[in-house]
């Protein structure tokens, strides 16, 4: 059933939610035939026949007033009972929950699970309660899993959460549902359903070792700080430049007309005081937030971009090929 005009229903709560769903669209379209219905017998039954026609005097009939005010009022209160019982379910956490912290930024989704794990995708452990802790770092966002029947708003300064419990394995997307800015469109994630166990051994395995080498760590922040969501590794032009090919450029244009060369000390003030230098063609927009980076972690980073340049060495004049290709897009 679910399969034909809804998402699949991959969590405890999407049957019932579907049942009411279902039970009012049902009763909505029995109404809306009886009353067609009525309305086309009532236009022959009574049209006028012949000119000078007076219609009969209209009798009141108890029983019909009656039928129309006490049935309606039944299917309100059993539509009213049965959307609060399943609302309070939905908004009362239950205790002893697992709980996964969610932090939304434009425009990404960053997970982070109690053992400190911290993943681009949401993994959750099937037949077990989950509750997402949600919190956004800049603008209004929405959190929304269809396939769970749960969506939820995360705002900048306070705490927001719903739980589910997963009754499926399988893939499902999670998606933003507040408009946020550009990059809105682009802020969705996958759910990963897994038993329970693979769900363990995956957070073990995820946990960071303590000497993970620079360009790893980097790799690793490039999703967790959420600067994938504005800088691609393939050249494509997101709100932010790509950052293949991007370390050992000469000549590389700013938006006051001066150029600069790409080199280590570059990319780091250009990460820890993005407003400095703005590059040509892009917008004053990313955050100032990353000062708070560690040394290590800064490092990480700035090994991990000059990585994305062994992979494709840009020729002598790629960076213009680059901002044609990128205008393209
Ligand atoms: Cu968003």
Not at 19 to 42: D, Q, R
Not at 290 to 296: N, R
Request: glycine share 8%; proline share 6%.
């Amino acid at each position: 059933m679910g399969d034909f005009w809804l998402p699949e229903a991959a969590s405890s709560i999407a049957p019932e939610v579907d049942g009411l769903f279902l039970f009012v669209t049902s009763v909505s379209l029995l109404l809306l035939a009886g009353v067609t219905g009525a309305i086309i017998y009532f236009v022959s039954r009574y049209r006028r026949q012949h000119p000078g026609e007076r219609p009969a005097p209209v009798k009141e009939s108890r029983a019909l007033e009656i039928s129309w005010i006490v049935v309606p009022t039944i299917l309100v209160l059993l539509v009213f009972n049965w959307g609060f019982k399943s609302y309070v379910k939905m908004n009362t956490t239950p205790s002893g929950t697992y709980e996964i912290q969610v932090r939304a930024q434009q425009w990404n989704f960053l997970f982070e699970y109690p053992n400190g794990v911290t993943s681009d995708t949401l993994y959750v452990p099937e037949g077990e309660e989950v509750k997402m802790k949600m919190s956004s770092s800049d603008v209004l966002h929405g959190f929304y899993i269809p396939a769970f029947r749960v969506k939820y708003d995360v705002l900048p300064n306070r705490y927001t959460s719903v739980w589910f419990e997963p009754t499926k394995q399988g893939d499902y997307d999670l998606f933003c549902t507040e408009y946020c800015g550009t990059g809105h469109s682009d802020m969705n994630k996958v759910v990963r359903v897994v038993s329970q166990n693979e769900f363990q051994q995956w957070l073990e395995q995820k946990a960071t070792p303590k000497d993970i080498p620079l360009p790893q760590l980097g790799e690793r922040l490039y999703t967790q700080q959420g600067c994938q969501g504005c800088h691609s590794l393939d050249g494509s032009r997101k709100t932010g430049p790509s950052f293949q090919g991007l370390y050992g450029r000469t000549n590389h244009k700013m938006t006051d007309g001066s150029s600069v060369t790409v080199d280590e000390n570059y990319l780091r003030q250009s990460i820890l005081k993005p407003e400095e230098r703005i590059v040509d063609g892009y917008q004053n927009v990313m955050p100032g937030s990353y000062s708070s980076l560690s040394e290590q972690e800064l490092s990480g980073l700035v090994e991990f971009i000059k990585e994305q340049s062994d992979k494709d060495p840009p020729a002598g004049d790629a960076p213009a090929q680059a901002a044609t290709g990128q205008g393209a897009n």
